[in-house]
């Protein structure tokens, strides 16, 4: 700061303002000084940094209007039907706008040449990006707890540079992990707060858990410390009785620190955000450099936030969470056991951030978390032929007695001594399994099952539901149990949109490993390896598979009451009946909300009960189109269902298909024309019927039809076809929905699809939620 700019192109640091005025006021001219800056390095670093900038500019669009929540990946993927696309940064603060770049001018002039840009069923609004003057703004200097970042370019460097995809990943775990002046300096940080808090918490215990020292390290990773008050409150009991004090002559600290801090207090009796106002009290009065000193009791494990000035370390200190030192040392014992768990949990984990399914520390947002993420390769390894590491209840096996503990009500007993572990006798190389980790979970049912470390099982649901745990686990898309607080689902935040594109991701992954690209190394110099894997992106939308566009309807109990779940779960064919039930939600779907014909054999709708009046067409609200072959906004014509055998479902038996065509752009708009419903007075159930409820969404499309009325051609928008079939596995609960559009309908079947994919799954639930209740 505090430079000079001369004109548009000549930028001055303090340092030669000052060598230039000395010159001129000793009598010599200060041209030479300016002619040398212009030629050094650091002037033309900028003059190219300033033209990179300008170029970026030149080939960049300003984007808006998109659904709250949409990721760089999805706005990528639509602007590369243009082009090639450079980048894609978000707005941090609200993620209302984009900025992309893309690769050249031409590229971008198709973008701006086109008049209408929709996103998942939303316009967007795309502009040229504002030109705005160049600022060098020079980094902020860091403490002493950060290395220099790694940039991408230099990951990539090294990585090309590695044998095979097992040194790749070697090498991985190399560039993250915490340096070894970082781990001396989180010690030191350690010992300086165990110091102080002793002070004011005689016999108080500063322990370590997380990142920092759970063998998952990375550069900049936060401090998470546990504040151990068990024998301090064991302290003030003694020092309460009658001869209390002098029993505790000599072994604490002097009356006086306990008089200041603990006289005011019981800290038996004392609330959680009382103590934690306490610690933050002493963090911010007595702990040198420490600053941002924030009390967070609502949080569900809560905490004290601070950040240390000289370090630059974020940190945090909780009072309550024995359990994460089980957690801590668990893991340990894994990286202990078989040298191959940190380097498959660095690919992993880095692979995921690439693809924004993951990295959110806290968990706080619908990405998945680093810690649910490891235990997903910690359970990986337990299920391979051989297992690669034991479960939970095998450690438990080997326990000894120093092992046993038992921590808030959970029995956190597992064996502590790695060396005490037989070696496995699996021999698979990381590079295969980081392959077969993609394989396996591209296809893996995660709402339809409980991941437990402690047995090495993915649970199936039905059953899980009628164990002791089944009503406490907070059940979603993806449920993975925490080893030890067996009630906790450690990905519950994760939303259904996470979840499916997380296995998309890792289809898409294990095919790329299927290919020499991946397993051998570049002759002529190009990406390979783990560089082609970590590049962003998602599966391509319009990229046809065997089964064709899949949208997957997960098994979502929980929108069933406890009867009727307890019901379905002791059903003698669970399976069938759930796919019985969801096949009836996405014909009323498609007939009532989107406003379809819907017709089967012997003119009975199908996955539906039969009516009074024997379920036949019914007119079709606001529709100009006659109710022929193709009338209606969506009409749709199921095949017959396969016939069924008595007993289990076989695999790839039980299906049924609609031939459908679009008419009205139902699928447009919805949000604007809710919004004109509701200013225009329709009657508002209770709470104000939240929007996206099925009576909603019914008139939504009825006033979209309406408002198009006859504008649309004789001839369909699209069409395509749907089949829906039960999951593949025996234990698999889902339903897949097999799309494939029709001929030279694919651009604009992309956008429809991409609506159904959101649409579809929500009104299936709210549809079995109301069937549940007796709605319909």
Known sequence: MGGLVLGSEVIIDQKTLYHNLNGLLSGHHAEPSLQDHLQGKKHQRLESLRAKRQDQELRSVFVSGFHKGTSASELSEYFQTFGDVASVVMDKDKGVYAIVELQDQEVMEKVLAQPEHCLGGQRLRVKPREKKEFKYMPPKKQGSAHREQLSPEKLVQALCQADDVDSQMSQLVQLFELSESERRLRHLLVTLFQEVFSEFFPGCAILPFGSSVNGFDIHGCDLDLFLDLEKTKTFQASAKGPQGAQAEAGAGPDSDSEDSILSDIDLTTATVPEVLELVAAVLRKCVPGVHSVQAVPSARRPVVKFCHKDSGLLGDISINNRLALCNTRFLQLCTEADERVRPLVYALRYWAKQQALAGNPFGGGPLLNNYALTLLVLFFLQTRSPPALP??????????DGDQAIVDGWDCSFLQDASRLESSTNTESLCSLLAEFFRVFGDHDFAGC?????????????????????????????????????????????????????????????????????QRKSSKGKAWGLVRLFQPGVPEAGELGPDGLLITIPFTLMALSPGSRQQLCQARDFRRCWFDKVCAAITFVLKDVLKCSCTGPVGEPLGQEPTEQGGGEQPIVGSKHPRSDEGGSLAVFPAKKKLRPEGPVPEEEESLSWSCAVWHRVWMGRRRVRRQLRHLGSPQPDAEQEAGSLEVEEKVSEAIIQQEGDSMGSEPLLRFTACARVGRGQEDTRTLLCFTPGPQHGLLFQDFYHFLQGFLPRMVERYVTRAARGGQ
Do not use: W
């Not at 402690?454 to 907070?474: D, T, V």
């Not at 009630?487 to 290919?515: M, P, T, W």
């Open 391 to 400: 479960t939970l209840a095998q450690l438990r096996e080997l326990t000894g």
């Open 450 to 518: 409980v991941i437990s470390l402690k047995e090495g099982q993915a649970l199936p649901l039905p059953s899980f539901l009628l164990s002791e745990m089944g009503a406490k686990l907070k059940l979603g898309p993806f449920n993975v149990q925490d080893p030890f607080e067996l009630s906790h689902n450690v990905a519950a935040n994760v939303n259904e949109k996470i979840a499916l594109r997380f296995q998309h991701c890792c289809r898409d992954g294990a095919k790329y490993c299927r290919s020499l690209q991946y």
